[in-house]
Structures are given as C-alpha cells and as structure tokens.
C-alpha cells in the first residue's frame, strides 16, 4: 500500500503524520509512506534522519496579511497544487491523509480531483476555515475531541484522538514516576513561546525557595535559547535548556509538571504520558481554539489554565502551589490519564489496514460519528 501524508510547518502539523506512518510500517514493511511539505516547515530537518521520503512543494497563507502578502500566497498556492497534481499522478498512492499546514490543503484538493482515497486528521477542538471545507471532499474526519464534530459532516466523522508515537506510550505516568527532584517541563511549542520564556524566568524569584529541590527541562525556540540557559545559570537553577526537544518522549517521562501551550499535539502527549499542566493558550490562534483546548482540561480538572495577558502574574503562584500540593497533582495526571486516547494511530490505520490485508471500502456506521 502506497501512503502519502501532506502536512507539516510546525510539530503540531508533523507529528501525528509520525505517528500514522511508523503504525503504516509496522503493519507491513511492503507499505511505502512519502511525506509531503514544505521546504520551509519543520519538516525539512525532522523527516529524512527518520529515514522517510520527503518530497517538497510551495505554499503559503492565502487568508492573513496584507493585500500583496495575500496575492503572493495565492500564486504560492497554486504553485504548490500544480506540484501535488504531479507528485499524485507519478506516485499513484492508494491513501492520501492530510494533516495540516500548507501543502495538506494542495495534495489533499489534487488527490480529490484525481479521485483518489483521502482522509483528513483534525487535531483541535476547533477547526480552521481550510479544515471545514476540505471536510466536505474528502472521504474520512479523524477528529481529537467530540466538540469539533459540529463543524463536519456526521457520516465522514471518526472520534479517534490524536496520532501520538509510540515512545510516549511507554513512559511512566506521574502516579508512577520516581525521583529526588522534583521536574518542571517548560514548552512553547515546537517553535518556542517568548511569552512563556519570559514569564518562567520572571518567576525563577518567586519560587527561589525551591531551588534545590527542583530541576527544569526548557524548549526555548531558537530565538530565545541563549538569554534564557544564561537567566537560569544566573539565577543558580538546575535547568536543561534546548532551543528544541529532539527526544520529547523522555523528557516527558521526567516531568512532574507541564507548563505549556494549549496547541493539540502538545496536549495529546499531556494525556497519554499522564502528567498535570498548567496550560497558556496562544492568543492570536485561529478561532482561539488553544484556549478552547485548554478550557476542556481545566473543566475535567486534568489542568490548570492561564491566559497569556495574566502570565506573569500567576505562573509562579500556580506552580509554587501545585509543588506544595502534590497529591492534587497526582489527581490531575490521573484525570489526564483517564482523558487519553492513546491507540489512535492504531484505529486510524485499522480503517485501511486490519488483520494484514488492505481495506479501502467505507466502515459503516449508526446515527452518526462512530467512536472507536
């Protein structure tokens, strides 16, 4: 079976297409995966280490900006579904899975023209304009939350949760965690938050009584790595500070806490691994659906939620409380926990691919989205 997934940009685009591909593999090495995205996307240092196909077309926003930047984006569009047009022909995959980003939207309109089997994955709990419409021409929605099922045709929507690789499904659950310190795990996103950066150094003060009784894991971005590893080596902090996570997974499995954005992959490592957060919600994201993604935790209790314009003023008196209270923290990574739908990878798969033969013929379902 011949796979192609278009997306990518940034972690939150690229991931969950990881996920889907090595669950592809494992399910029979005659599957050949190929990995559409941009040459300015994360993509392009992440995918072929991994030992996967990345092939490259154009792409930009057509929907912010000024009038020029919008016009650029739109030959920039065209461009890139010319090039999908191409790619699909050559390649002739059964399977094409958008994930987001730029060049989901050009393979996944070129493989829908060329009639062949499409399926998108959305991530949020609400999505943006491109994922509404290409909705309505591809054949399957994977969809992460039951709140975003509104905005899809009923028949096409499957509640799966969000791809997640497998090394995060092995680490240990703060339930389960052991050692000295306790682990403070900082992320921005996979391109780093200033916001987050500096609200976590402005409060290094405020919990300076815990300096030897805490360690911090930081992903800064590559714009803010050195003045921050400098903030913390000042402060006398035993800090790790990356510009980017390589090995999220063991990282993950040492945190007792996670300080982080509301973005959808970064919550679905929350969930799996188990872990209590305290969650910033990007402010300008489309819809504002960070802060919907991280208000759907908060009410299950499984995280606590600040908005960015109150940063600096409660992280360090939420994290200091949280510290204090660790059996409350055990009590949000187990909600965590039972909020988790870890083997999504594994049920998206199965729609095309159950006990080793390939299937491409649509799943009946009853009275609407069918919940695996």
Request: proline letters at 4%; hydrophobic letters at 40%; aromatic letters at 10%.
């Amino acid at each position: 079976m011949r796979i192609i997934i278009a997306g990518g940009g940034t972690g939150g685009h690229l991931f969950p297409g990881i996920a889907l591909a090595e669950e592809f593999k494992s399910r029979s090495l005659h599957n050949v995966v190929m990995f559409v995205g941009t040459k300015k996307g994360i993509e392009q240092r992440i995918i072929p280490p991994m030992g996967y196909e990345l092939k490259t077309i154009s792409g930009a926003g057509i929907l912010g900006g000024s009038l020029r930047q919008r016009v650029m984006g739109f030959f920039q569009f065209l461009i890139g579904f010319f090039q999908a047009l191409w790619l699909i022909r050559s390649l002739q995959p059964d399977l094409v899975v958008g994930t987001g980003g730029y060049a989901s939207v050009s393979v996944i309109l070129a493989a829908y023209l060329l009639r062949v089997e499409t399926a998108i994955c959305e991530q949020n709990s609400i999505p943006g304009l491109t994922n509404r419409v290409l909705g309505r021409l591809v054949k399957k929605v994977f969809i992460a939350f039951e709140e975003s099922d509104v905005f899809f045709p009923r028949r096409k929507i499957f509640l799966t949760g969000n791809p997640v690789r497998k090394e995060f499904l092995c680490q240990p659950s703060l339930s389960e965690k052991k050692g000295d310190r306790f682990t403070l795990l900082i992320l921005g996103g996979s391109q780093g938050a200033r916001s987050i950066n500096r609200g976590m150094i402005e409060c290094l003060d405020y919990i300076a009584s815990l300096r030897d009784k805490v360690e911090i894991i930081h992903q800064t971005g590559f714009q803010d790595f050195s003045w921050v590893k400098e903030a913390y080596e000042k402060k006398g902090f035993k800090a790790d500070v990356f510009p980017f996570i390589t090995e999220m997974a063991s990282a993950y499995g040492r945190a007792d806490l996670v300080v982080s954005r509301a973005g959808a992959i970064s919550i679905t490592e929350i969930l799996v691994t188990g872990k209590p957060s305290v969650l910033i919600p990007y402010p300008y994201a489309a819809y504002n659906h960070q802060e919907m993604n991280a208000k759907i935790l908060a009410d299950k209790g499984a995280a606590r939620m600040i908005l960015d314009k109150d940063l600096r003023n409660i992280l360090g008196k939420t994290i200091l409380c949280l510290i204090n209270h660790y059996e409350k923290l055990k009590e949000m990574g187990d909600k965590a926990k039972v909020l988790a739908l870890p083997e999504a990878a594994r049920t998206i798969v199965d729609h095309y691919f159950s006990k080793g033969e390939v299937n491409l013929r649509p799943r009946e379902t009853k009275g609407g989205y069918c919940h695996l």
